[in-house]
């Protein structure tokens, strides 16, 4: 028997975008998404079709994160993203929130260049976002390489990281 925890709260920061400079939301709008979301933790002992959670799509706030071919260093569109989402995180709304740090690339280098590529974005999201004043231990860095692409393998938007806010 497997078991399946839910956790509702997730929010996605996708690669492949491209902006302006500044951010295309403000605080008020990371705060208002999460506000609304349900806010609960859900064990259920079975499997996804037992549980309700069979085709579930979770969706979430598209923090609009960007990566050039084979690197890890942020653009100036992602920092500017990253300035709004760390002065979100720092609000009393979100004091108690453990966030998920997943790291991505496509599938144009070796599956251990791109597991290592995906570790150093995480990181390199973790660390600005540090510098941002959010507290790190509340952050978890993680690669994943080019496992779960966003449809074909190959494709820019796969150079990404994905965020997914945790309340306990």
Not at 155 to 164: F, G, I, K, L, Y
């Given at each position: 028997m497997r078991v399946n925890v839910?956790?509702?709260?997730?929010?996605?920061?996708?690669?492949?975008?491209t902006i302006s400079p500044a951010a295309d939301y403000?605080?008020?709008?990371i705060l208002k998404y999460f506000s609304s979301q349900e806010a609960t933790r859900g064990i259920c002992v079975g499997s996804e079709e037992e549980c309700g959670?069979?085709?579930?799509k979770r969706e979430g706030f598209n923090l609009r994160m960007t990566f050039a071919l084979n690197s890890a260093v942020l653009t100036e569109e992602a920092k500017s993203n990253l300035e709004v989402f760390a002065a979100?995180?720092?609000?009393p709304e979100l004091a108690r929130a453990n966030i998920a740090i997943d790291g991505f690339t496509d599938a144009s280098g070796s599956e251990g260049y791109n597991q290592d590529l995906s570790e150093r974005r995480a990181q390199?999201?973790?660390?600005f976002l540090g510098d941002q004043g959010v507290e790190t231990v509340k952050l978890t860095a993680r690669g994943h390489g080019e496992s779960?692409?966003?449809g074909d393998p190959l494709?820019?938007?796969?150079?990404?990281?994905?965020?997914?806010l945790v309340t306990q």
């Open positions: 839910m956790f509702c709260s997730a929010m996605f920061l996708l690669a492949g975008s403000k605080v008020e709008d959670l069979a085709g579930q979100a995180l720092r609000q390199a999201v973790v660390g779960r692409p966003l494709d820019p938007a796969n150079r990404r990281v994905e965020t997914s």
